[in-house]
């Protein structure tokens, strides 16, 4: 069963980042994959810059990353967790974000900062994953959540 599993050279970089999420500028949020245990756990990082689009009004003159953004980028890396777990011949389908929860917000993210993306998956049920999600800036958690995504096929 192994041998059907991809294989990951790490570091990830945002190219073949791009052959697995369907996002792009301006909503790739993760530029690059440096940590990954199969099925369990990946770490991923998002470079914060003054250049993005977000930080046009949120808020001038004081640019702070919008939390819902931090969320996306957990996400998103939870997602990159499960496609690069996914044995090759299987088809992959698309993943939404269905739920947030516990979410926890504890340090302003600003331009400049790098994310470091932490997702841990707790479970795979019936096409959906449930990830434990933390975000860092420097080694210390700016924020936190409990993401529940959804698989669908044809999206």
């Known amino acids: 069963m192994t041998q059907n599993l991809p294989t990951v050279e790490l570091p ?11 996002h792009r500028y301006p909503f790739l949020l993760v530029d690059r994959v440096v940590e990954f245990e199969h099925s369990k756990r990946l770490v ?10 977000h930080f046009q009004g949120h808020f001038p003159g004081h640019p702070v990353m919008p ?18 777990s996914t044995p090759k011949h299987e088809t992959q389908p698309m993943y ?12 302003m993210v ?3 900062d790098q994310l470091a993306l932490h997702v841990e998956l707790k479970r795979m049920l ?10 860092l800036v420097d080694g210390k958690q700016v924020a936190e959540a409990e993401l529940l995504c959804a698989g669908r096929s044809g999206a």
């Open 110 to 112: 600003v331009p400049g």
């Open 126 to 135: 019936r096409g959906m994953g449930l990830f434990a999600c933390r975000a």
């Open 44 to 53: 991923a990082l998002k470079n914060v810059s003054v250049n993005e689009p």
């Open 12 to 22: 990830l970089d945002v190219e073949r980042i791009m052959n697995l999420l369907p």
């Open 96 to 107: 939404y974000l269905v739920k947030v929860d516990n979410a926890k917000f504890t340090q």
């Open 67 to 84: 939390g819902v953004m931090i969320i996306e980028a957990l996400a998103q890396a939870s997602g990159l967790l499960v496609f690069l």
